[in-house]
């Protein structure tokens, strides 16, 4: 995902420039021929940063006044609201002011979305069909779907309708999905796009690169493209097809960095261990056969994954893994710099964007990254600079800057690689969607707020009318009443010594979990059977239950908070 943050202005307003972010999101998909319920499995981490609040909330429907407009209040994006907005559940950041980002849930026609991972457009595309400033982006894409489509395909339309009239501002990947089918789509381009209807005996592991292979654009029961997509690609001198259909990806997409191809091969090998993927390979396919049945709790170990039973380690905290401390400090990777904010530390990984933090990320003219160079460091006055002591990292206090010191992050060794369960995950979330439940309630968001390392998954159905208050709070420091705060500080405490508290704090987190993994059947199953006799009983049983769910496992997240604070 993309985000811009207001710290980041007032340092651009005082000249210095950072690199884009990484935007470390995964997608997963397992079609329901390869499940153990034969469920539809799809779900995604949202990564950027640490102590960047997330909430979860229902968004009650509304009737709109004739010419009212949904507004991105960052890129002025605008979109004509009908009469009514439905009802819906969704996981928003804090800071609407850079944008809403409600990334995933349910409305009240049983339509699941999750957006999105950021993608990578090739220089040529975007020297023939740029970007759009104002254009559609992640941050109001999924308050434009969920409020206003009654069907998957609907969404897909919808959102290909705006692109063909307002452009978008950014390269994207999304899954949209109902009881019936589960769509796949690319945002390619200022005005370019394909979207796919997905199979049911496949599974994808899809990180931040396009994916999409063959597709045939005149089948239009299974796929939606934008009008130009052949055209675009043959212009910029990058079209290449198969069999006389385009090849999307080849087509459009940008070198794939490093970190994604780790998260690619470390998430296909976790559904099915014996994949013929490996670390070295230069393409990816999308879809991948197997069989073997996948389950729910691969699907969260996926998203957990740390690069554990490997011999690999985790790059983005390699002084821990190494047996060092974590040191918040300046790290370098080949020509590209990050900076550490007052809250948290902007990571690079070999090959990949650095990360902005909250509010704000250095934006690329016309698809292109913009790069820290060597004189646009930080430059710490003479009278401002902090030592650091022996062992110690240099703090800036207020109104100064930190410098960096001898003591540095320890060298990026060979086998240190991103993970799909990195510190930068404010939040993730499987879906599964069953043929056995209503059309309008279809399934299940699985929501691990915070960092799933040190977060229990909770399941919450797409009827719920409200959610825990712990969920709600929206400040954007520490707040003990909070979820996401009380996780966050888990995983900072983690992070110190992973070696050793990941273990032990993971142990506990699945304990908490399993409480409603056993109770969820059973839930699951009652649910079905209110429905049938009364919808709206069914909803307000069934919140009743998910949210008392919920507040066991909050009240036991702040004991193991505070028994680890305490140590």
Request: net charge negative; hydrophobic share 35%; proline share 4%.
């Given at each position: ?10 340092m651009l307003s005082a000249g210095m ?161 109902d009881k019936n089918e589960t769509w ?384």
């Amino acid at each position: 995902m993309k985000k811009f943050f207001a710290s980041i202005v007032a340092m651009l307003s005082a000249g210095m420039l950072l690199a884009q972010p990484v935007a470390a999101c995964t997608g997963v998909y397992v079609g329901k021929g390869l499940t153990e319920d034969g469920s539809v499995i799809f779900g995604r981490t949202e990564d950027l940063e640490q102590s960047h609040n997330k909430t979860f909330v229902v968004i009650e429907a509304t009737e709109n006044e004739e010419g009212a407009k949904l507004v991105d209040e960052y890129t002025k994006f605008e979109f004509e609201l009908p009469a009514q907005s439905y009802k819906y559940f969704a996981v928003p950041d804090t800071t609407p002011e850079w944008g809403l980002y409600y990334e995933a849930g349910y409305n009240e026609y049983g339509v699941a979305m999750d957006a999105t991972t950021t993608t990578y457009t090739n220089d040529e595309v975007l020297a023939v069909d740029p970007l759009v400033e104002n254009g559609l982006s992640e941050g109001i894409m999924t308050t434009v779907v969920l409020g206003h489509v009654k069907t998957a395909r609907e969404g897909v339309e919808l959102l290909a309708s705006i692109i063909d009239e307002k452009g978008s501002s950014e390269g994207n990947g999304l899954i949209i999905a109902d009881k019936n089918e589960t769509w796949y789509m690319e945002i390619l381009s200022g005005h370019q796009y394909a979207a796919m209807k997905l199979p049911d005996d496949m599974f994808a592991v899809f990180p931040n690169s396009f994916f999409l292979e063959t597709i045939d654009v005149n089948d239009t029961e299974n796929v939606i493209a934008s009008a130009d997509l052949i055209n675009i690609a043959e212009e910029a001198g990058t079209y290449a097809e198969e069999e006389g259909m385009i090849r999307v990806a080849d087509s459009y997409a940008a070198e794939i960095d490093p970190g994604s191809v780790s998260r690619y091969w470390s998430g296909v090998k976790t559904l099915d261990p014996d994949a013929e993927v490996s670390l070295d390979d230069t393409e990816f396919p999308f879809l991948h056969s197997t069989d073997k049945t996948i389950t729910l709790d691969q699907v969260m170990s996926l998203q957990r994954n740390r690069l554990e039973d490997t011999d690999y380690i985790p790059a983005d905290n390699i002084a821990s893994a190494t047996g060092g401390q974590v040191v918040k400090e300046t790290e370098t990777t080949e020509g590209e710099e990050t900076k550490a904010t007052e809250s948290e530390e902007a990571e690079a990984t070999e090959g990949e964007e650095t990360k902005a933090t909250e509010s704000e990320e250095a934006e690329a003219t016309e698809g292109e990254e913009t790069k820290a160079t060597e004189t646009e460091e930080t430059e710490v006055e003479e009278s401002e600079e902090t030592e650091a002591t022996e062992g110690e990292e240099a703090e800036a206090t207020e109104g100064e800057e930190t410098e960096t010191t001898e003591k540095q992050e320890p060298e990026k060794p060979e086998n240190a690689l991103y993970p799909i369960g990195n510190k930068n995950t404010m939040e993730a979330h499987i879906f599964q969607i069953y043929e056995d439940m209503p059309e309008k309630v279809p399934g299940v968001m699985w929501l691990a707020m915070g960092s799933p390392t040190v977060s229990p998954y909770l399941p919450y159905f797409g009827n719920i009318n409200d959610t825990l208050s712990a969920y709600q709070v929206e400040t954007n420091e520490y707040d003990p009443e909070s979820f996401y705060w009380a996780v966050d500080n888990l995983l900072t405490i983690m992070l110190e010594d992973e070696e050793n508290l990941k273990p032990e704090m993971r142990e506990k987190i699945l304990a908490i979990e399993k409480a409603g993994k056993d109770k969820y059947e059973e839930l699951r199953q009652e649910l079905i059977t209110m429905y049938a006799e009364d919808p709206q009983a069914a909803a307000e049983w069934i919140t009743e239950q998910t949210m008392q769910l919920a507040q066991d496992a909050f009240d036991q997240i702040k004991d193991l908070e505070a028994e680890y604070v305490e140590k």
